[in-house]
């Protein structure tokens, strides 16, 4: 059975960084692209951003950069979402999804469960 | 790159079908056939329910289905049923600064 866990809620203070993980199983990891994707409260989906976990290649959002970054360790077929100087604005949900890399379109067929993220003081 | 435009929310009754667009750009849906559309009920991870314009998921019901018009993408829904009751994204690939764009999203209501 193919999933994608991702790590628990976590609540942070403005400024501070963290990691979420997302980890597969029941498929090749490296044969599907892994996706990063953010909801805010009451809020729609935005792209982040993804990683190739083959060569760790990525492909990022411009609006998130040099606010978060992405990556992978194969070995245990885990993703990361880091996000660094959290502000309250980064409150959301965050959600990974696998693409496979055959597809051009963003088919996202197996998502994880959510990662909610809470930035307060 | 700004989201893709979506209605805000779309009704109809039990049985009808309703239409769902997305409106981009020639930089997005105008030029490429890579739009796909995803079902999120409250509290739940989204679906994909339509992939390359108008491509279905395996075992997923043939009531969903997509098309394309220069600049606007569109899903139908066909035989509305309660359990459709969810918002609905659709998702482009784009040649502008990222890679891919969501719609703004819409919320379908089965009255």
């Known amino acids: 059975e193919v999933q994608l866990v991702q790590s628990g809620a976590e609540v942070k203070k403005p400024g501070e960084s963290l990691r979420i993980s997302c980890k597969g199983s029941g498929y090749s990891f490296t044969n599907y692209w892994i996706n990063w994707v953010r909801q805010m409260p009451e809020k729609g989906l935005e792209w982040m951003g993804r990683i190739d976990p083959s060569d760790s290649y990525t492909n990022d959002n411009p609006s998130f950069q040099g606010h978060v970054t992405i990556s992978v360790d194969k070995s245990i077929n885990t993703a990361y979402l880091h996000l660094s100087s959290l502000q309250a604005s980064d409150t959301a949900m965050y959600f990974c999804?696998?693409?496979?890399?055959?597809?051009?379109?963003?088919?996202?067929?197996?998502w994880g469960q959510g990662t909610l993220v809470t930035v307060s003081s | 790159q700004s989201a893709l435009t979506q209605p805000a929310s779309v009704s109809g009754s039990p049985g009808q079908s309703i239409t769902i667009s997305c409106t981009g750009t020639i930089v997005d849906i105008g030029d490429y056939n890579f739009v796909s559309w995803y079902q999120q009920h409250p509290g739940k991870a989204p679906k994909v329910i339509i992939f390359?314009?108008?491509h279905r998921p395996s075992g997923l019901s043939n009531r969903f289905s997509g098309s394309k018009s220069g600049n606007t993408a569109s899903l139908t829904i066909s035989g509305l049923q309660a359990e459709d009751e969810a918002d609905y994204y659709c998702a482009s690939y784009t040649s502008s600064t990222t890679l891919y764009v969501f719609g703004t999203g819409t919320r379908v209501t089965v009255l």
């Open positions: 999804a696998r693409q496979a890399r055959s597809s051009s379109s963003l088919t996202a067929d197996y």
């Open positions: 390359d314009v108008s």
